[in-house]
């Protein structure tokens, strides 16, 4: 939702009723994850995707007639060879699609959601998708407070709440998205209810320490895969905004202690690109002891070797030696900083999705592995 919300809050501000399409589950190769969505106005304008163009046709029609019926649904699309070539997903992938009709009576809280995105506030949204209770039924859960139910007016409906929260504001510190099920009670791994549990975590941080020309492409690349980036540099000649416009900040400082004051969670990616002793060893040793998603720093094999030693003289120990990858990027032969940028970021999806990084013309089975 995040990809339309520009769009759609205009739609909602207007008072206009439109139908939101979210991809809810997906089985094989499917084309878009869970989360991916679509929007259909009254006056049939579409902003979005839940399948890369696959099932647009057949999920636009159902969509404007879920806003006619005011009723949401939940559609699988792909589940024989039939059906997938019927709608387009020649992929063989299945999808399960929620259809909602989204305006002011239907979602109160949608105005508070997209404060909440906009702002860059942590907010998750829990819907209904399958069981006893109403489909679409709705809850909005933030890291402090809660709003709406998933089962408004039933026996159960705090118990199952209650766990629905804890389990959002898990997600949300994780940035995760997706379907989860329950019994009626809020029992966990029983399949009388599922719920899907959309997050909307503040973009992940790409830390980025150099100001030279390879942390330039870095921070254009890290900002067109949503990370929030920071270019940090003691040097003030250099650390500039003028040269990073991309970045989300430029900061002066010592990489080190900047990284001491920085919240560092298990989302963050830091690439070192100093390739100066004085200033990536201090940093390492402290990025080594955060628990960063990711920790590169660049330079050749030799300088690698160098760089081991030193840390493993301020005492850096082999476990936590294990977790820099360096020299950074996967092997695509790179030369220049925009190329080097490409590696870099392909070694971040590698890892985020557990891809094997060879070509797909070399790889058997799923292309879109289980994440």
């Given amino acids: 939702m995040r990809d339309v919300l520009d769009t759609i809050a205009k739609w909602y501000d207007s008072g206009e009723t439109f139908g939101l399409a979210t991809v809810v589950d997906t089985f094989r190769s499917a084309p878009r994850p869970p989360g991916a969505a679509m929007a259909v106005s009254l006056d049939g304008e579409v902003v979005g995707s839940v399948s890369g163009g696959c099932v ?41 699609i929620l259809v909602e009709p989204i305006g002011p009576a239907t979602f109160p809280q949608f105005a508070a959601v997209a404060d909440s995105m906009n702002r860059g506030e942590a907010v998750a949204v829990a819907t209904v998708t399958a069981g006893p209770g109403a489909v679409g039924a709705r809850r909005v859960i933030w890291p402090d407070r809660a709003s709406g139910s998933l089962a408004p007016g039933l026996p159960y409906a705090d118990r199952l709440d209650a766990a629905v929260d804890d389990d959002a504001r898990g997600m949300l510190a994780q940035g995760l998205t997706g379907q989860r099920h329950y019994g009626r009670q809020g029992e966990r791994r029983l399949d009388e ?6 997050s909307f975590a503040p973009p992940p941080r790409l830390l980025v320490f150099g100001a030279i020309d390879f942390a330039a492409a870095v921070a ?26 991309e970045a989300d900040e430029v900061v002066v400082k010592w990489p080190h202690r900047f990284l001491e004051e920085v919240d560092v969670d298990e989302r963050t990616v830091i690439c070192v690109l100093t390739h100066d002793p004085k200033f990536d060893v201090p940093l390492l040793e402290v990025a080594l002891r955060t628990p960063a998603a990711y920790i590169g720093a660049m330079g050749s094999r030799r300088t690698h070797d160098d760089r081991v030693s030193r840390l493993r003289e301020v005492g850096v120990t082999e476990a936590e030696l294990a977790r820099l990858r360096s020299p950074i990027g996967l092997d695509l032969g790179a030369r220049t ?32 592995g289980e994440t």
């Avoid at 999920?59 to 792909?78: I, K, T």
């Avoid at 209810?193 to 959309?198: I, K, R």
């Avoid at 254009?220 to 416009?245: E, N």
């Avoid at 970021?345 to 879109?368: K, V």
């Fill in 56 to 96: 647009e046709g057949a999920v636009y029609e159902l969509a404007q007639s879920v806003v006619e019926s005011g009723e949401p649904v939940v559609h699988r699309y792909g589940v024989t060879d039939d059906d997938a070539f019927a709608v387009g997903l020649t992929c063989g992938g299945i999808l399960d």
């Fill in 193 to 198: 209810l599922a719920v899907f549990v959309h």
């Fill in 220 to 245: 254009r690349v890290g900002k067109f895969l949503g990370y929030h980036v920071t270019v940090c540099d003691a040097r003030p000649v250099f650390a500039t905004p003028k040269r990073f416009p």
């Fill in 337 to 368: 900083p925009e190329e080097t940028a490409v590696a870099i970021a392909a070694e971040l999806i590698q890892l985020r999705w557990g891809g094997s990084g060879s070509p797909l013309t070399d790889t058997s089975g799923r292309i879109h």
